[in-house]
């Protein structure tokens, strides 16, 4: 996929870049806190994901100030975008719609 | 499945552990998940994304200066400034004495491999002079002389041994 140079955040998490795509999507709807993700991500991409996976993803989106963490009364802590994280994952799409439109015009052409 | 959590790094457990639970338990047990866990857990060790709270504390604008300033009270030994003195002489006199019997062995033995060595291997022999010279001015004579021989005579058979193999080549 060609990379935007405005969302150079999510390029170098290796096999993580996926799971952190789907969550930072999966947040853009408000917090959620993990076990929640992985409902809201198996329902709206049919990927379910591992909480080894899962949280792989989690640090390293928050690491790099994607997410935050919200204050929890309980063991599960909600998480939500960051505006970093809103904006990443913006430009990740805009470069993900760039390359749907231009695969479905050659494909209207062949 | 609880003791699975174990497998992560203790920072990574204290920031992560009890939510990491608490989904792993809605899991269903399968050879897929474990391995997911195990996956994550070799993850988490190699590329740690968690910082322990100490090196956290580290950060900071002033980063460097606090680096450097560890640096200076716990490393360098705090060098007097008659200590530096006397590291500075024995720099400066062991050039003039390796200068001099560079050009002599040059003049004698032309471009050999032991007389090249020497040339290449003075910058190094010569800072390895002040650093002993500084830092171990309070250990016996017999330590000085011993530590300052074995790396001064390392650094020249390493280079010696380079010089000889570019001589082959």
New interface residues.
């Given amino acids: 996929m060609r990379k935007s140079k405005e969302d150079p955040e999510l390029d170098d998490f290796g096999r993580f870049s996926e799971p952190a795509l789907l969550i930072l999507v999966s947040l853009a709807e408000g917090p959620k806190?993990?076990?929640s993700m992985?409902e809201d991500i198996e329902a709206v991409a049919g990927v379910h994901l591992?909480?080894?996976?899962?949280?792989?993803a989690?640090?390293?989106l928050?690491?790099r100030g994607l997410i935050e963490a919200l204050k929890s009364e309980d063991?599960?802590?909600p998480y939500q975008l960051t505006a970093l994280g809103e904006r990443a994952l913006r430009a990740r799409l805009n470069s993900m719609m760039a390359v749907v439109r231009a695969g479905q015009r050659r494909l209207a052409n062949a | 499945m609880k003791w699975l959590v174990k497998l992560y790094p203790a920072t990574w457990q204290a920031r992560y552990g009890e939510e990491f639970t608490e989904v792993l338990s809605t899991q269903r047990i399968s050879m897929g998940l474990l391995l997911d866990v195990i996956g994550g857990a070799i993850d988490a060790r190699l590329h740690p994304q968690v910082r322990s709270e100490a090196r956290e504390n580290s950060k900071g604008e002033d980063s460097m200066t606090n680096a450097m300033i560890r640096r200076c009270s716990a490393g360098g030994p705090k060098l007097s400034p008659r200590d530096q003195k006397i590291a500075s002489m024995a720099m400066v006199v062991s050039s003039l004495v390796l200068a001099g019997v560079y050009l002599v062995l040059t003049k004698i033995y032309r471009s050999a491999p032991a007389v090249q060595a020497l040339g290449y291997g003075s910058a190094p022999m010569i800072w390895f002079v002040y650093e002993q010279t500084a830092y171990l001015r309070k250990r016996p004579l017999f330590t000085q002389i011993l530590v300052a021989a074995a790396g001064v005579g390392g650094l020249y058979l390493f280079m010696f041994g380079t010089c000889v193999l570019a001589s082959k080549l």
């Fill in positions: 806190h993990g076990y992985t591992g909480p080894g996976t899962l949280y792989g989690i640090a390293r928050e690491s063991r599960r802590n």
